[in-house]
């Protein structure tokens, strides 16, 4: 496609559930990032993929959080366990090589009641 | 480590050049300027990136020192649309390629 691709649009779970949020990159892009927006202004790195293979995963809270990019296949962020101070909007983003623009879906809001 | 420096807020009338200021003195010689911009929660939006030289496409102008400490982003004819958090960032050649995202300058464009 010609644009980056989230969804849900909104995800409401329940603190201890789990909660999944998909991206589709850009047809072609080969790097595929995730960042959490929490606070108004404030984006939080989270993890990147070239391809199928994790790039630079430094953001990712090691226990609960997961990200695959399979071929063929949306990629998705997994949260296990969700915590209230999960709640935030979930960016995705792809660019078609190392150092060339990269474009962002819209986001997922993710609300932990 | 904050990557970049910005005001937290800017004021431009309709129709006048905005121009947004950036501080990035840690830069290394292989990062990027890049400059996005978010209208409300939407997605971030790309503007313009470069490394060394000035870039202009259809959207602004990027003007970056010589010595690459700092950057400013012209918006040649500011309209109301361009109302938004505009972020200057740092693209980490080694490391992933991530974007390091500062709290940006939220512009508000006056009729």
């Known amino acids: 496609g010609e644009e980056v691709a989230q969804t849900p649009k909104h995800l409401v779970r329940g603190e201890g559930q789990k909660a999944k949020l998909y991206c589709a990159p850009i047809k072609g892009h080969s790097y595929v990032f995730w960042y959490q927006q929490v606070l108004k202004n404030e984006f939080k790195f989270l993890i990147s993929f070239q391809n199928e293979n994790v790039f630079d995963e430094t953001g990712m809270p090691k226990e609960r959080f997961s990200a695959k990019c399979l071929p063929n296949s949306p990629c998705s962020l997994e949260i296990q366990a969700t915590k209230l101070e999960d709640s935030a909007v979930y960016f995705c983003?792809?660019?078609?090589?190392?150092?060339?623009?990269?474009?962002f879906g819209q986001g997922t809001r993710l609300t932990v009641v | 480590d904050a990557k970049t420096t910005q005001p937290p807020s800017m004021d431009c009338a309709e129709g006048r050049a905005a121009n947004l200021p950036c501080n990035h003195s840690t830069i290394s010689g292989n990062e990027y300027v890049y400059w996005y911009r978010q209208i409300h929660s939407q997605g971030p939006q790309y503007i313009i990136h470069g490394l060394k030289n000035n870039e202009t496409n259809e959207m602004a102008s990027l003007i970056i020192t010589e010595d690459r400490k700092s950057s400013t982003l012209i918006l040649p004819h500011a309209t109301l649309r361009d109302t938004a958090v505009y972020y200057c960032i740092v693209r980490g050649a080694n490391t992933g390629n991530q974007f390091y995202f500062g709290t940006g300058t939220s512009l508000t464009v006056i009729p």
């Open positions: 983003a792809s660019s078609e090589q190392q150092n060339t623009e990269a474009f």
